[in-house]
């Protein structure tokens, strides 16, 4: 870690690995002897080519993702897939069920509702976000066209550590895993639809990755924009209008970076100790921090927690801060703190917020 960097606690957009910021800087000004950047490089051009190529199979790698899966480099955010999947998956009076585990989850159903029949199935929200239900008891709806999940809340902290059955006519489980995309192994096989925004774990925002078996492209409702339409995106290897080039570039330098650290079964290792080492602080400090998750359901990516005393958490984000550990305030719809440990954050990063936190109790116990 860089003394002339912050550890930077940020829940998104995040933290890129400092040797992959710094081969990007290298490349910036000349890319590999082309004389121009990737900025500036036809999209079309053998360059940008091999680069969207690569950023493809290094994922493909990555994930295992079987040949029956399409891999698009879209723009808009995960918002933008809120809307194109009921678009791309139903017909308007299409039932599709929504398990709800936090407030990104409530945003994709509220979504949903302009293009299909969403049924909530299932919310954490009576009990603040804080946990995911047992899978047998869920009361699926037999003829819906997928059941969405969002694999990791970004703001509450709850993550799948399993992934329920789908019990519908077509078997489809749908996830957004912009938070802990790359993050750890996943089967691709158990899902319909895979979709991510790049800015937590995998590039700068501005690049939405989707993965989507192949032979649910193609019926989009008739009013899907253009944009929004996977069978265009699929036709074209995501190259149908201009794609967000240097950030595809950058995700692909990350995507290199994860295979040299041995793959996501390293990558996961390194997040769970990560994780561990910060939540047994919190639970090891008799009350004085919090965490309101379920353990067993607790992000190894997003770690929500509170101060016994709440006058303090001011305070406690100001000398962090000073410490050069910054963005540690909770999302404003929760309040307290909240530490994003993706991918990027080094375990010195987490080591050096646990040895403030326990310094900062013994001042204010
Ligand atoms: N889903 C999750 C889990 C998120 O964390 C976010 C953003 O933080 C979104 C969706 C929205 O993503 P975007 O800002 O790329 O539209």
């Not at 897939?81 to 998956?89: E, R, S, T, V």
């Not at 489809?172 to 790359?182: G, T």
């Not at 996961?268 to 998750?293: H, M, Q, T």
Request: hydrophobic share 40%; with cysteine.
């Amino acid at each position: 870690h860089s003394e002339d960097r912050v550890f930077n606690f940020a829940a998104g957009p995040a933290i890129l690995p400092e040797n992959v910021l710094k081969k990007a800087q290298s490349e910036l000004y000349n890319y590999r002897g082309s004389g121009m950047s990737v900025m500036e490089m036809s999209h079309r051009g053998k360059e940008f080519l091999s680069i969207i190529q690569k950023a493809e199979s290094d994922l493909r790698a990555l994930l295992e993702i079987p040949d029956e899966y399409a891999v698009l480099f879209l723009q808009g955010g995960a918002t933008t897939q809120f809307a194109a999947i009921p678009l791309n998956l139903c017909t308007p009076d299409d039932p599709v069920d929504f398990l709800v585990t936090g407030s990104w989850g409530d945003k994709a159903f509220k979504e949903a509702q302009k293009y299909s029949q969403p049924k909530l199935i299932w919310s954490g929200k009576p009990e603040k976000y804080t946990k995911i239900p047992s899978f047998e008891d869920l009361e699926q709806t037999p003829d819906a066209k997928y059941l969405h999940i969002c694999a990791n809340e970004t703001i509450h902290g709850v993550e799948f550590k399993n992934y329920p059955t789908p019990k519908n006519a077509t078997g489809l489980l749908v996830a957004d895993m912009s938070s802990n995309f790359c993050s750890k192994p996943v089967d691709v096989s158990k899902f319909g639809v895979i979709y991510a925004g790049a800015q937590k774990n995998v590039g700068p925002s501005g690049v939405t990755i989707v993965i989507i078996r192949k032979d649910l492209i193609g019926n989009a409702q008739k009013t899907t924009p253009v944009m929004l339409d996977y069978k265009i995106h699929a036709e074209n290897n995501s190259l149908y209008n201009t794609p967000p080039c240097f950030g595809i570039y950058m995700c692909g330098l990350v995507f290199e970076d994860l295979l040299e650290q041995g793959g996501l079964k390293e990558v996961e290792k390194k997040n769970k100790k990560k994780a561990e080492i910060l939540y047994n602080a919190i639970d090891e400090s008799n009350g004085f921090f919090r965490c309101p998750v379920e353990k067993s359901v607790r992000s190894l990516m997003n770690v929500p927690f509170t101060l016994e005393k709440s006058e303090l958490e001011a305070e406690f984000v100001k000398e962090a801060a000073k410490e050069k550990m910054v963005q540690l305030k909770g999302h404003r719809s929760v309040g307290g703190m909240r530490a994003s440990i993706y991918n990027a954050m080094p375990l010195a990063g987490v080591e050096t917020l646990v040895a403030f936190m326990k310094d900062f109790q013994a001042r204010h116990a």
